[in-house]
């Protein structure tokens, strides 16, 4: 991006400029307000230091971090104020050759130079760069409480400060992130680092040049900085507990050095002791939480990193210029918080590889024993030279910005993939409904659905299959469809079941054409006093949503239209397009120690179900894979009802969950006769969003959940509560053991590649597979009960079940009431035997709920 407007005349809308508080004024906040007044957002900015002066070290600005600036027109002169690098050269402690790094070359890969000044003279350039930005100093801030307004700063002197948002660039002891986050360690290196600036010449500094010097538990480096001056470091392995004024004397650090390369003992010896400084070298293990609501961290004050690899600063200039691009997109000021995540997220991945790179090289480049020595240099002396160049081009470029619209370019994940597979045989959605009280025009709705697309990416994506890869693309000029089913006041007020069992079920979203979603109005006219209702319906397909992603969906569709309909244009800020759900995972449940925790799992469930042979729902005649329809049976518990399940619940130690499925295993298993005692499998698909790194909201499109099936035992004519313990301590157990997180992998190695090869898996999980029935449970879903002029009711799941299933349940609690919805396979489960067993499963909770 080119061209910004210069200063404070870009408003967001033309309207007053949003203000930022920006917290420390390093180099990350300078660059920060830089950065922000570069489009047009107005800036405070605050230190607690009373006056501003850098430390007498040097850094370097890396080429990442000058293209990072060229990206807003920004152009700091540093060049003329310290010096290009030149040269790389790694060497042994005496000065002898291990390598000349191809340094130069990735520079000119990455399209930028590389430049090396001292701390001060970089601030030098942000400080006239700022300009007359407000720059308050000796402000500490003691705390921070955010408001509907924005959020509010207090300062230990009494003084506070409102702004729209936060950002908090104090630096590695950040009291914004103390805010944020609990107490935390910090994280020791093992080893002192002394830094030092000093007028120097020697016949082996040429102009440009980066000299770094490894021994046995010690480094050092030697840096042209410009005008004839050197910025040195060295380091040595010690203790953190010795203290550092023991340590800081110019004699111990020219003892240290001894018999080391002349160049470091002159260049040291020539510095006088009080431009020494003396420093512990710690970082913190990276977080993935940098902000709530409208605060954020930035630089060393989100991911403090050792210095190994001399991006720091570059990394804290990047955040500022990704974090400034980020609130310059269109919508950005419609959800500050929203647009604070977004660039959280797009900076994550970068200073979290950067972080654990650099504790890595630290490790290896401060190696103290003889074989991780021999290791590191010979790593460096027979590392072919591309190599290396591509490995530095690849850290000194500059991610690429992303669209101003983000979009789905990628290959279907394998759960993705099975999703879609399934549902070509037989169609596979979910139907989330809410039933809306209230004048609502269609027309409305039509804008706020427009609206709620152009939020989220995966609502714009169809599907590619060139027969062996599939893979998401954008469609963003296809709309999602909208269809509108009028009724007389005489209708049946259930007619939306009729709607989801004729039509929803009965049609498959068209994945080749997109979008993967579509909505269904049945507007019914009321009458005085009675209100008009208007039935609302999302449809999506199981590759972008989930039960909880859906009725997420429909409540930010409902309250779009309640912001349209005050008159305001409607929020255009579109939320990032994630990784697939796999990408996320934890790193033990990824590659081969997740393959290997997989398998365990399988085993063990094996193992169990040749012991146990569970018993499934009973199939009344087989029907073609590409016949099948799901069709589905409503029920609901009252408030009345919830409130005795919940207390009951309480009373036998069992969860809402593990009742439910016990109710449905006993009326399947009287529908089947069971006289004796026996062991049934039902399936409990469970949520996965909180164990993902980073976790994505309930907001965003995707599915998230993983079927865990419970081998449960049957005992003709007992109470349902040891049934409903089991299932409930079963599931804790498996959770806890992140059994559900394996699962996720099943698909990646036994699942089909595609259609063409399905059949034998889908045959497989029909006669053989544990999860032909399921309960999915989403729990209490505070679903709004008022929207703009309208009431709302009725919120509730149903699912489709395609080849996944005979029998599937699907409930939650919103509006005080539980919505219980019963979906079966037409013919497989006929739908007087659904109504049996969905009868039968509320007669079983009701009882057990009123027993003594």
Known sequence: MTGVTRGEDKAQGGGKPRTALIIGAGIGGLTAAVALRRVGIHVELYERAGELRAAGSGLSVMSNAISALATLDIDLGLEKRGRTVESFTVLDHRGRLIRNLPFREACAEAGAPSVCLSRSALQEALLAE???????????????RTESTGVTVEFTDGRTAHGDFLIGTDGFHSAIRRHLNAPEEERNSGYLCWLGI?????????????????????????????????????????????????????????RAFTGWAPEIREVVHATPQDDILTVPSFDRPFRDRWGDGPVTLLGDAAHPMLTTLGQGAAMAIEDAVVLAHTLAEPGADDDIARALRTYEGRRRERTRAMVTASREMSDLEQAASPPRRLARDSYFRFTPRATLARRSAQALTFPA???????????????????WIADQASPLSGVVRARVHGTLPVALLRRALDALQARHPLLRAAISSDGGTAAFRPVDDRPIPLRHVTLSPQDADDH?????????????????????????????????????????????????????????????????????STGAEPPATSYPALPAAEDLLP????????????????????????????????????????????????????????????AACKRHGATVHGTLAAAMVTAVAQDAGTTAPAHFAIGSPVDFRDRLHPAPSYDDAGSYAATLPSYVPYQPGTALWPMARFISEDLARR?????????????????????????????????????NLCLSNLGRYDFPERVGPWRISDAQLVAGISVTGALIATANTSHGQLAWNFSHIDGVVTPARARTVADASVRAVLEASTAP
């Open 735 to 771: 959770t806890r053991r992140e059994e559900h997180l394996s699962m996720v992998n099943l698909l990646r190695w036994a699942g089909p590649k595609s259609p063409a090869r399905a059949k034998g898996f889908m045959e497989f999980m029909d006669t053989k597979g544990p999860l």
């Open 401 to 419: 910005l992303p669209a101003t619209t983000p979009q789905v370019r990628r290959e279907l994940s394998p759960l993705e993939r099975w999703y």
């Open 198 to 254: 000093v007028p120097f010449q020697h016949p082996v500094f040429t102009p440009g040049s980066v000299r770094h010097y490894w021994g046995s538990g010690q480094r050092f480096g030697l840096i042209d900085i410009g005008d004839g001056r050197a910025y040195w470091w060295g380091t040595k392995n010690i203790p953190a507990t010795h203290a550092l004024d023991r340590y800081g004397a110019k004699d111990v650090i020219e």
């Open 130 to 144: 700022v300009g007359d930005c407000p720059l308050h100093l000796g402000a500490t801030a003691a705390g921070l």
């Open 496 to 564: 939306w079941e009729h709607e989801v069992n004729e039509y929803e079920f009965e049609h498959g979203i068209d994945w080749r054409e997109g979008p993967l979603l579509r909505a269904t109005v049945i507007s019914r006219p009321g009458g005085e006093p009675r209100k008009d209702t208007h039935d609302l319906l999302l449809t999506a397909s199981h590759c972008i949503a989930d039960g909880m992603t859906g009725l997420s969906l429909l409540r930010q569709w409902i309250e779009l239209a309640g912001h349209l």
């Open 587 to 646: 790193r033990r449940h990824r590659g081969a120690r997740g393959a290997a925790g997989l398998g365990a799992l399988m085993l063990r469930d094996q193992q169990t179900a040749r012991r146990l042979s569970p018993q499934r729902v009973t199939p009344q005649r087989n029907v073609p894979f590409e016949r099948r329809r799901t069709r589905m049976v409503h029920r609901t518990l009252t408030a009345e009802q919830v409130d005795g399940l919940l």
